[in-house]
C-alpha cells in the first residue's frame, strides 16, 4: 500500500494507508476540477459545433471528449442538453426558418448524430419545431395520404381523428296521477295513471365518426367511416385550440366541427400556416 501520495508525495496517515488510497486530498480535488473544466469546455465546443458545423471547436471534440472521462452515456446526455438548449434558443419566438432549421441539423449530423435519433432524442420537442416551422410558413409535402387531391394540391398534414358531438342528456320524471285506497292491511290500490316529462340534466361530448384530417394546400377535410366534411381554406373564420383537439369554425357551416387527435397544438399551426398561404 502506497505511504505517499503517488502524484505530490505527500505522506499518508495510517488511515490513509488503509483505504489503498493512491492520492492526497488535495490531488483528487485538483483532478476533479481538471475533469470538470474539460467536461465544461466539451459542453460549450459541442454547443458552438451545434451553432456552426465548421468551428474550430470542431476540431477539439476528440481531445475533450478524452480528457472529459465521460463514457458514451454520459456523453449521450450531454449532447441531448446542449440540443435542448439551443433548440429553446432558436424557438422562443416560435417561429423556426428555413436556415435556421438546416443549421440546427447540420450542426447535430456533424456530431455522428443521425436523423432517426435527432427525432427521437427531440422527444417532446419535436412538436414545438414542427409548430415553429409551420408558423414561419414552410409546410411538409406528404408522399402518402388518404384522400383523393385535386390538379395542384398538395398534402401537408394527415392525423387519425375523432369527429366529436355534442348530445343532450336528458331524464325522465314524473309521478302517479289520481286516488286510492286500502283494500286489506298494508295494501292499497291506486287508479289513474303514470305521468312523465323528460327534463335536461346536461351535455356530453361524444364520438360521432372516426377518421382522418388532412389539411391541403386547398383545405381541410374529414375523410370518415360515416361521413365526409370539407372546409375550404379561404370559408375557415376560426380555430379553437385544445391539448388533444381543434375546433374548426367555417362561414358557410352554422355549427363548428371539433376533432379529438394527438396533438392539437400541431394540426392547429398547419391549419392556419395553410390559410396564411391562401390569404
Request: with cysteine; charged share 20%.
Amino acid at each position: 500500500m502506497p505511504s505517499a501520495c503517488v502524484n505530490c508525495g505527500a505522506k499518508f496517515s495510517f488511515s490513509q494507508r488503509l483505504s489503498g488510497a493512491q492520492l492526497c486530498p488535495d490531488c483528487i480535488a485538483r483532478q476533479q476540477q481538471v475533469i470538470a473544466d474539460a467536461q465544461n469546455r466539451l459542453f460549450a465546443a459541442i454547443g458552438e459545433v451545434i451553432r456552426n458545423p465548421v468551428t474550430p471547436a470542431a476540431g477539439q471534440l476528440p481531445a475533450l471528449t478524452a480528457a472529459s472521462g465521460l463514457d458514451a452515456a454520459s456523453l449521450a446526455r450531454m449532447r441531448g442538453v446542449a440540443m435542448g438548449t439551443r433548440l429553446d434558443e432558436l424557438l422562443d419566438d416560435d417561429y423556426l426558418s428555413d436556415e435556421e432549421e438546416n443549421a440546427f441539423m447540420a450542426g447535430l449530423q456533424s456530431l455522428g448524430i443521425s436523423a432517426h435519433d435527432i427525432i427521437v432524442a427531440l422527444g417532446p420537442n419535436y412538436s414545438k419545431m414542427q409548430i415553429a416551422s409551420f408558423n414561419a410558413g414552410r409546410l411538409p409535402s406528404l408522399d402518402a395520404y388518404s384522400i383523393m387531391l385535386k390538379k395542384g394540391e398538395v398534402a401537408h398534414l394527415e392525423e387519425r381523428v375523432q369527429l366529436m358531438k355534442e348530445v343532450t342528456l336528458r331524464e325522465t320524471r314524473g309521478g302517479y296521477g289520481g286516488f286510492s285506497f286500502p283494500v286489506t292491511k298494508g295494501v292499497r290500490f291506486r287508479t289513474g295513471a303514470f305521468k312523465a316529462h323528460s327534463v335536461v340534466v346536461g351535455t356530453a361530448i361524444q364520438v360521432a365518426d372516426v377518421g382522418t384530417l388532412t389539411v391541403t394546400s386547398q383545405r381541410v377535410v374529414f375523410s370518415g367511416s360515416r361521413k365526409t366534411l370539407e372546409f375550404l381554406l379561404p370559408k375557415i373564420v376560426g380555430i379553437q385550440v385544445f391539448t388533444d383537439g381543434v375546433q374548426i369554425a367555417v362561414s358557410n357551416r352554422q355549427n363548428p366541427s371539433l376533432f379529438k387527435l394527438g396533438d392539437g397544438q400541431v394540426m392547429a399551426a398547419a391549419i392556419n400556416a395553410a390559410v396564411q398561404k391562401t390569404a
